[in-house]
């Protein structure tokens, strides 16, 4: 039985989707967790054109979850699905905009696998925030009996306080993982594929040092396999 390919990739607003969806097209993943992309009135049409270049599905998100988006591979299926805005204060923080976030949750399977919980997800820039959507999104992702995967953009390094509490009911399968951001010489790990309750069986970095990666975006891509259990 072959591991679910799963990558998250902060693709900053699109800047070159052609670019972007050759990156996708050789990851071959069979879900796909995305950050910054459209937000705004038609954005579904804008991702599900990304999607169909990469030879993948638009799954949800964009607009309803404030810029994070699942695609999925044709093998791949999907169920119980949900994209959401996540809260933010009711006014601006001076200094700095006030930005929506939101995720996307779905159960994952690849044919003759039991189910995984996965999320794509990109936390604030305030760390008081992050927290509290840290909080939020524990609820909507972990169920009983089901592998937990969480992936996106933390905007955080490691042993922050939203890195704490996402050990709280997550692991980290690669602490000594290369850094993401900024794409052209990275030295920040920021995006990231956290599980629990199933085996991340392979997690690269290094393969997105590419052209098309730096034309794409400024964050790096995190391509990982995971062992799924068998329905």
Known sequence: MRPLRLLTWNVAGLPDPEAAARVLRAARADVVCLQEVSRRAGSVYRISALARAANLLFVAGGRASAGTALLGSFAASFSDVSAFRLPVPGRPVPGRARVPRGTVVASVRLPGTAAV?????HLPLLADLRLRHVSVIRE???????????AGDLNERPG??????????????????????????????????????VEVAAYDVERFDQPDVARASDHRPVLTEIALLSS
């Open 140 to 150: 909507a992702l972990v169920r009983n009996g089901s592998g937990v995967v969480l």
């Open 160 to 197: 922050g306080r939203a890195w704490t509490a996402l050990s709280t009911f997550l692991d980290d399968p690669a602490p000594g993982a290369a850094p993401t951001y900024p794409a052209r010489s990275p030295s920040t790990r920021i995006d990231v594929v956290l599980a629990r309750g």
């Open 117 to 121: 919980r996965v999320a794509a997800v």
